[in-house]
């Protein structure tokens, strides 16, 4: 076997990272947010009705349970259909945990990254007045730009000056963007004459845009809910996708590259190379590779 890095202490480093990244999301989801001065003429901006977050049109809960599921259910779904197959079959495996570790590293650089902006900007929601002022009747000499007490219940008051960026947005656009570009290597939607000899298929570029265009109607529905400035959606729906992109080419080549169906890790499995065994035990990669 050769001396290189064993791909299963690869994986166990890269499963570590993304267990040190979780921790770091979650500290940074419970820090507390820069306190920006809202002058008087502001307040115009955040006077806007509050909604309870079961009200949302797509609730907290929710938004998380389908990052997690959408991905892995995707990933999942690939690794059945090859499984059996002659031609990359014996290393579907592989595509697996790429796909796993790629979406993985993808939501957890986009939830820190968006946390520590949303902590350092402290923009107010749409609707933090009322957050601040639940009755919508502020105490006398209230609100004061530089003496700010509100009366409403604390952690209200905090996630109201969490507005910039959109983490619904982010997250959203994250995992849909992540998905369609992964789709759109498996299809092979952009070299698919040249590595295949035939037409491209609309319906494979449908399938690719619709995640996205989705993320798009939901990222809107923040503003809606009166949660997110519509600047907050904006760069929110940007973060993710560069986030998704990012995550995405660290695990599998471009959508554009002869061989974009295939992940890194399956690449260097299907070298011709003796001393290199399909086992996640047993499979070596050298260290210059890595």
């Known amino acids: ?27 940074t989801e419970w820090s507390t947010p820069f306190f920006r001065i809202i002058q008087d ?40 259909k090859n499984i059996n197959k002659q031609k990359y079959g014996e290393t579907a495996k592989l595509d697996l945990m790429a796909g796993i570790l790629s979406a993985s590293l993808t939501m957890g650089m986009n939830g820190i990254a968006t946390n520590l902006i949303k902590n350092r900007y402290g923009r107010p929601r749409p609707d933090f007045f009322f957050r601040c ?4 009747n502020p105490p006398p000499g209230q609100p004061n730009p530089y003496n700010l007490e509100c ?22 656009f994250s995992f849909c963007v992540w998905i369609s570009l992964y789709l759109a290597g498996k299809l092979r939607i952009v070299n698919s004459i040249s590595e295949g000899g035939r037409l491209p298929r609309s319906e494979s570029l449908i399938i690719c845009l ?17 949660k997110h400035h519509w600047q907050d959606v904006t760069c929110g729906s940007l973060l993710g996708t560069l986030m998704a992109w990012i995550g ?5 080549p471009a959508i554009g590259d002869r061989r974009s169906a295939v992940s890194y890790m399956e690449q260097k499995a299907l070298q011709f190379d003796e001393n290199l065994i399909y086992d996640l035990g047993k499979l070596s990669v050298e260290t210059s590779s890595i």
């Open 210 to 226: 619709t995640l996205p265009l989705l993320a798009v109607l939901n990222a809107i529905g923040r503003t809606c809910d009166y």
């Open 248 to 252: 995405y080419r660290q695990f599998f």
């Open 41 to 80: 003429e502001e307040w115009w901006l955040y006077k806007f009705p509050t909604k309870t977050m079961s009200a949302d049109l797509l609730p907290t809960s929710r938004l998380f349970t389908l990052v997690v599921l959408c991905p892995l259910a995707v990933v999942s779904g690939r690794y059945l």
């Open 133 to 136: 002022f639940p009755d919508g």
């Open 151 to 172: 009366t409403g219940n604390y952690e209200d008051i905090i996630e109201g000056r969490k507005s910039f960026p959109s983490g619904h947005s982010s997250f959203l």
């Open 1 to 27: 076997m050769s001396s290189g890095v064993r791909l299963r202490n690869y994986i166990y480093k890269e499963s570590l990272l993304r267990l040190v990244l979780l921790l770091v999301f979650l500290v």
